[in-house]
């Protein structure tokens, strides 16, 4: 494989004029004979030898014919020129505020390094351009404008950091999923579907992911887990294609498994309350309105994972030992640490019980 050469200005690029130059001497033809030969007029081979014009695909085959050397070996001599020359202005177009996004997006570019988006090696200045093409933008400072076409779900308490937020809003926006979604969602199977992700829950092996991801695009929706971020105090991410496939993203932020299912049935309970409409929508968290969407879909949450009634009851009850709690968890066909977590949340129980019995998911590296 060629390797691209790092830091060459424009000055030193030869472009392939150069080279029909250096069969012309070689062989000892005239610009004007070889301009006969190739069928081109002498002033338009005069202009690609002194590097003012390409070489079209028409000279490229009057080339083949005039040297015996085939039109692809031109055609392609042309095409790597214009990558080299696209480069750098590519590289010429980075501006000093670019160079400081780096800085700020520091973990993000980190963590795609590891996964091999991003080669190790580069300069600053070729980070930014895959980068560019990474979060599919044209200036990374345009990061914290990207309006994603979805609702997110955000922790009110930790620091924002725009660029980060919208690298990983990026992220998100672009994931494929990996099964293909061939099914669309319907309202009536979600008892079905509730039922099934309760049994996952009690998975301790296997892939969290893939198990999901198959799961979901039973009933038209394409799951995947994303990377967490300092700055980006995100648990979900959802949004609705134009052919009615809806898209939900998680991380695993706050590693209990408690918050990761809570937050992945709050998302749900949005697609259920008819927020997401085709075309995607933000739901700012700031407006009543969106506090609204946001209760319903907690409330969702809730009581799809614990039957409301029956927590009431359980409650009042005021004992909790683990046998008690394990056995009405059983009751819900959840796992225990699905009620500790509630318990805990509504300071019912203190946040140091049962730490010891509650799962946490961590990222795989």
């Not at 293909?180 to 049994?199: A, G, H, T, Y």
């Not at 929508?281 to 609204?292: A, G, Y």
Request: one cysteine or more; aromatic letters at 10%; charged letters at 25%.
């Amino acid at each position: 494989m060629a390797t691209r050469r790092i830091g060459i200005s424009p000055e030193l690029l030869i472009h392939p004029g150069e080279t029909i130059l250096d069969l012309l001497n070689e062989r000892g033809i005239s610009q004007k004979e070889l301009a006969n030969r190739a069928g081109v007029s002498e002033p338009f081979l005069s202009d690609v030898i002194h590097g003012k014009k390409d070489i079209s695909k028409g000279l490229a085959k009057g080339l083949e014919y005039a040297f015996g050397v085939s039109s692809s070996f031109w055609l392609n001599l042309q095409a790597n020129y214009d990558s080299e020359m696209m480069s750098i202005r590519e590289e010429a177009s980075v501006q000093g505020e670019e160079l400081e996004v780096l800085n700020e997006i520091e973990e993000v570019i980190s963590y795609l390094r590891k996964e091999g988006s991003i080669p190790s090696g580069l300069s600053k200045k070729q980070q930014i351009i895959c980068l560019r093409k990474k979060f599919q933008v044209s200036n990374l400072t345009r990061l914290p404008q990207i309006v994603p076409t979805g609702a997110f779900r955000m922790s009110e308490k930790a620091v924002v950091n725009p660029y980060v937020l919208g690298a990983w809003l990026s992220l998100c926006k672009f994931q494929k999923s990996e099964t293909n979604i061939d099914s669309r969602f319907f309202p009536e199977c979600i008892p079905e579907l509730v039922s099934k992700l309760k049994k996952i829950m009690f998975m301790t092996d296997g892939n969290l992911q893939k198990d999901l991801g198959t799961l979901f695009a039973q009933y038209g929706i394409a799951f995947s887990i994303v990377h967490n971020f300092r700055g980006a105090p995100v648990q979900g991410y959802i949004s609705r294609k134009e052919d009615g496939v809806f898209q939900m993203v998680l991380t695993i932020r706050g590693a209990f498994a408690d918050i990761f299912w809570f937050s992945l049935f709050h998302e749900l309970g949005h697609i259920i309350n008819g927020d997401i409409p085709k075309g995607g929508s933000f739901i700012d968290t700031h407006n009543e309105e969106d506090k609204d969407r946001e209760r319903a879909a907690d409330l969702f949450a809730a009581e799809s994972l614990i039957d409301s009634e029956s927590y009431m009851a359980f409650v009042e009850k005021k004992i909790f030992s683990y046998n008690a709690i394990s056995f009405f968890a059983q009751t819900q066909e959840v796992p225990p640490y699905i009620v500790i977590g509630r318990l805990q949340r509504e300071k019912i129980i203190p946040w140091a019980w049962y730490q010891k019995d509650k799962l946490k998911y961590k990222w795989a590296e």
